[in-house]
């Protein structure tokens, strides 16, 4: 079985990453954090990065949050990729608004 | 006061992969497979319920909920209710008798939240699962997993709350049985019900609409919860937070998610409410413990993953 190598050039963290293993759960097995960990299905958007080396298989995952757009730039959720080659990856800004703003209503 | 709008029905969730996500609510959560369509959605149901569904699954590009139904005590009231709605100013949609397999005329309506409801007065009785309807056994064997007793409630994420409070209190007949108020008394947390249970819908302040927190369903102890706990491991499904106990409601609890990123909740106890109940209030400045009894404080995911 192959073992890739991902980078994170945001972060500076290097994790390990079997064949047929998410991005997402490589990081999480070796508890770094520097991709954010939400739903893990690629439903939520929380984990989203981009790929900017190396070749990488996608699993399903919502077009809310990876629309064709966003994957020709390589924008994709870490929890539903499956490299093929060792990958390089940078941290993509969160759109989530903070908690303080996330509990306001609105008068 | 009281409208005609029984109990939760059921809620169509959107997932990615229908078989994948089958064998996630059967397999793991033990509900029960009960039919199929032609547009491929999948028809399940927990073992103690009467009617023929309460979870519909549909294979789509993006996870969610589409819309959660409630029944209505009778045709009577559903003609009411409809009258009701209109005259509010929602817009209804007449969703034709059949549509969903086995299920009455339904009437669809959207809140300010971004949120799909529905109502109906007529579903397929086909008496809980697996036991006789005259001197049943305790409960059935052959059931799977957590063996999930019933669809309990939805969390829904979104804004306008106080619009969706007007619309379900004094439209709908709901009963605000919990609540959370930020320092100038602006709601930001709605539980309704229409039954003893403390929620049977709940709404949290968000500023993107028609977001999906949960779906619930009942267990009847708090080692359940924990070999829910136990099987979401020995399956490695991702889980989110618990077992732990709510403060709002008081529930115990776990929070994992289905293969398409939708989050569910199994969760056993909870406090009950009566309609002479004064809500119960939290503070927002307490809101991590109001979330997360124990931990008193709100992990991130909490308040941003949503599907
Ligand atoms: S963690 Fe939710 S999409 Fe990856
Ligand atoms: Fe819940």
Redesign the pocket.
């Known amino acids: 079985m192959a073992v890739f190598h991902v980078i994170n050039r945001t972060t500076g963290d290097r994790f390990r990453c079997d064949e047929g293993q998410s991005v997402l759960k490589a990081m999480e097995l070796v508890g770094k954090k520097c991709v954010p960990v939400g739903c893990r299905g690629g439903g939520c958007g929380f984990c989203k990065i981009r790929v900017v080396e190396g070749e990488f298989r996608c699993g399903k995952m919502s077009k809310a949050h990876c629309p064709p757009e966003a994957l020709d730039k390589g924008e994709v959720l870490a929890c539903r990729i499956y490299p093929r080659t060792d990958l390089m990856i940078e941290c993509m800004p969160q759109p989530a608004a903070p908690l303080a703003e996330q509990t306001k209503t609105k008068p | 006061m009281k409208k005609g709008v029984m109990r939760p029905g059921h809620v169509q969730i959107r997932v990615l992969d229908i078989e994948e996500a089958v064998k996630h609510y059967t397999d793991l959560m033990g509900l029960i497979e009960t039919d199929r369509d032609e547009q491929g959605r999948v028809y399940l149901k927990a073992w103690t319920e009467v009617d023929k569904f309460s979870v519909v699954l549909v294979e789509a590009d993006e996870p969610g909920c589409d819309f959660m139904g409630f029944k209505v005590v009778d045709e009577a009231a559903l003609v009411q209710l409809e009258k009701d709605l209109v005259a509010y100013g929602l817009d209804v949609e007449q969703i034709p008798e059949g549509e969903l397999k086995d299920c009455g005329r339904r009437v669809r309506f959207t809140v300010p939240s971004g949120h799909a409801f529905e109502l109906y007065a007529d579903k397929l009785y086909t008496g809980k699962w697996g036991v006789t309807e005259v001197n049943p056994e305790a409960w059935p064997r052959g059931l799977s997993g957590m063996k999930a007793v019933r669809f309990d ?1 939805c ?1 829904f994420y979104g804004p306008e709350l106080a619009a969706v409070y007007d619309i379900f209190v004094n439209v709908l007949g709901f009963h605000l049985a919990e609540q959370v108020l930020d320092p100038e008394g602006t709601r930001i947390a709605q539980f309704l019900t229409v039954s003893m249970k403390e929620h049977d819908i709940a709404f949290i302040h968000h500023e993107e609409k028609g977001k999906f927190h ?1 779906a ?1 369903f009942y267990l009847e102890t708090w080692e359940d919860v924990l070999r829910a706990a136990d099987l979401i491991s020995m399956t490695d499904t991702s889980i989110d937070i618990g077992p732990t106990r709510h403060g709002l409601t008081h529930g115990k609890t776990i929070y994992f998610f289905d293969p398409s990123g939708n989050r569910n ?1 199994v ?1 056993c106890g909870g406090d009950y409410t009566y309609p002479d109940h004064k809500p119960v209030t939290w503070q927002a400045e307490q809101l991590g413990k109001a979330i997360f009894y124990h931990d008193r404080q709100l992990n991130e995911r909490f308040l941003t993953v949503l599907t």
């Open positions: 409630h969390l949960h619930s909740e969760f």
